[in-house]
């Protein structure tokens, strides 16, 4: 009964208003008509951090019949929806960053953006590990607080569906904000603010346990040679998990290209500086096919982001197990590091980080401040300052003639450095595959390998092991020479 009374009081007193105010009456009907039909989406958000240099895409709904400004810096763009929909695109000057305002329909929307550099950190465990699970974390948290550096983390997929609105942008200016964001990439962001003094945006889109064929489209996955061995592998190992009631609560993960839709897809919409990708360690059991998997990965999100020059740092798999002089030719470690080199060499522009003096002999390397300095290292001379490329050489051919072996590295500003390691690191083989530690010279840009118990070598391998020591380092920054071989051989 009380709420009969309290309706029809409320529609007297909305029809004395009409009577006495009709103007004013009207147009609050209007107003109130226009905020509920014009709609930013979901991504577009506060304390996003948007591409300088490149163009912002800003789209959400809209009634048909409504006509109204969008507004970024100076431009003002006068939208006409169709459909429901529309969109506008900005151009963000390159040598502009810092905060900025959107607005539209003369403010009734609007949202404080941060101008800058955004930055995709990818991969599995050791890319998810957190700012609260790194030893470091403490130093990261002091250090990390703010205004210039905001994150974004992509929700882990547990349903069947991808993430319709994931994650939101927040500035790093509490350590409470950031202690469960990944750590490497957090070290990464800091790094490079440090270094370039360009505000900085980091999404992580990362999941444990991950192969890297979830990471790749369908299309770019169904074109590749290996596709079929690739899904006999998931369905051999789900078919083991189901048999011992091992199930993961993470949907996508055991299936190609699903992580990609999930926890990528969606991320194309806005424009990237570049990516940071830390994985290989769930795929060392067919490495032999990694370097064409990450070449394809490469080439597959840079056509999603319509950027053929988007740069990639890929981080080389650390030290794994008890650090050790000598040589395995079955290691499963070093295949990947050699594959991970091969891709980034054959898929420019992208940037090695070799961090096999980092481990601490488990596959989760606890520290993880010198892994996202050096990653920001290397996405400076990659993407920043490319004048002055090579942090560390790159071994770009072999020669044989008689009893030596000569390996050239990449002209550059980086040069050889040997350590009281380097004798027990380098390894050569003749026709019979059969491997011994050779006798080594260097110069600033070449090797020289030969041993007296191979008469013609016709290999060469360098740091070929799970945790190998440190036998060449780069002249100057000291970062270590990456592990490498020159053959193709199984073993």
Known sequence: MSISVLALARRVSYRRIWVRFPVLFAALLATASVWARVELAAHIQDQMVVQRGMPWEVSGTANDRERFIVEFRSQRIE????????????????????????????GRLEREVLVGDIWLCSGQSNMVLSVARASDGGQMAASSQSKAVHIYQVPKPITGRPPANAGRWIATTSPDQFRRFSAVCL?????????????VGLIDSSLGGTWIESWISSQSFDNLSLAESARRRYAEIKKRRAATGRRRNTYGIDEPSQLFEFMVRFLARQSIKGVLWYQGEANRRNADQYQELLSVLMKDWRAHWRNSSMPFVIMQLPGFGTPAAGFDANSEWAAVRDAQRRAVASSQPAGLV????????????????????????????????????????????????????????????????????????VFVAGDDHRWHVADVSISQSSLVARSSQVSRPVAVRYAWSDYPRVGLRTCGNGVPVTPFRTDDWRS
């Open 79 to 106: 939208v006409r929806p169709a459909g429901g929909a529309w969109s506008v695109r900005f151009d963000v000057p390159s040598n502009f960053t810092g905060p900025a305002e959107l607005m539209v329909d003369g």
């Open 187 to 199: 070290a990464f962001g800091m790094a490079l603010h440090e270094r370039t003094k360009v505000p």
């Open 354 to 425: 070799v961090s096999i003096d980092f481990g601490d002999g488990t596959i989760h390397p606890r520290t993880k401040l010198p892994f996202g300095r050096r990653a920001a290292d290397v996405a400076v001379d990659l993407a920043y300052e490319p004048g002055n490329r090579e942090l560390v050489p790159m071994p770009t051919a072999v020669s044989f003639e008689d009893s030596t072996a000569t390996v050239e590295f990449g002209k550059g500003r980086a040069c050889l450095e040997a350590t009281p390691y380097l004798s027990e690191t």
